[in-house]
C-alpha cells in the first residue's frame, strides 16, 4: 500500500471530520503517488484539534508568517510515524480578509466556521482547489480543478 494511503487511512480512524486538500487531491485524480498530505477540518479550531489529536501523539502548532495555522502530529504509532516522518498536518478552514485596498492587500485568518469552499477559494490554481473528504469520498471541486487537469 502507498505510504499516503497508509497515512489517510490513519487519519480516517481519528474520528475528525478531515479532508484530503490540495496537491495531494490533484496527485491523486491524475494517477499520480503523492509525497504529502494535507488535512482541512472544518468546525475545529487549533485548541480543538489539539484535544482531538494530543492522546495521538505529540502535536505541535503549525506557524506559517508568524501565525499558527494549523497543527502537525508526530502520532506515537511507529508504522504511521515512519510513514510521515515530517508529521501530519491539520488545519482548520482559512479564508482571505481584506486589509487595504491593493489585491496584495490581504491575510489568511483561521476561521473553523467557515466552508470547505471557503478554504478552496483562497488556493493558487483550480486543480490544487480540490478536495476529497475522507469519511465518503466526496469530492469537493467548487472551481472546475478536474475540468482543468483533464487539459493536463
Same mark, same amino acid.
Given at each position: 500500500m502507498a505510504v499516503m494511503n497508509v497515512v489517510q487511512d490513519y487519519v480516517a480512524t481519528l474520528g475528525l471530520d478531515a479532508y484530503l486538500v490540495g496537491g495531494a487531491v490533484r496527485d491523486e485524480l491524475l494517477g499520480l503517488q503523492s509525497k504529502d498530505a494535507d488535512f482541512l477540518v472544518p468546525a475545529v479550531d487549533i485548541v480543538g484539534l489539539h484535544e482531538a489529536l494530543e492522546q495521538h501523539g505529540r502535536v505541535e502548532d503549525l506557524i506559517v508568517a508568524g501565525k499558527t495555522v494549523g497543527v502537525r502530529l508526530f502520532p506515537r504509532d511507529r508504522d504511521i510515524r515512519s510513514a510521515a516522518p515530517a508529521g501530519i498536518e491539520f488545519a482548520p478552514p482559512r479564508r $482571505?480578509?481584506?486589509?487595504?485596498?491593493?489585491?496584495?492587500?490581504? $491575510?489568511?485568518?483561521v476561521d473553523p466556521s467557515a466552508a470547505v469552499e471557503d478554504d478552496l477559494a483562497r488556493r493558487d490554481f483550480t486543480i490544487n482547489a480540490i478536495a476529497r473528504r475522507l469519511s465518503d469520498g466526496l469530492i469537493v471541486d467548487p472551481f472546475d480543478g478536474r475540468r482543468d487537469l483533464e487539459v493536463l
Open positions: $482571505e480578509q481584506s486589509t487595504g485596498p491593493g489585491r496584495h492587500d490581504f $491575510e489568511i485568518v
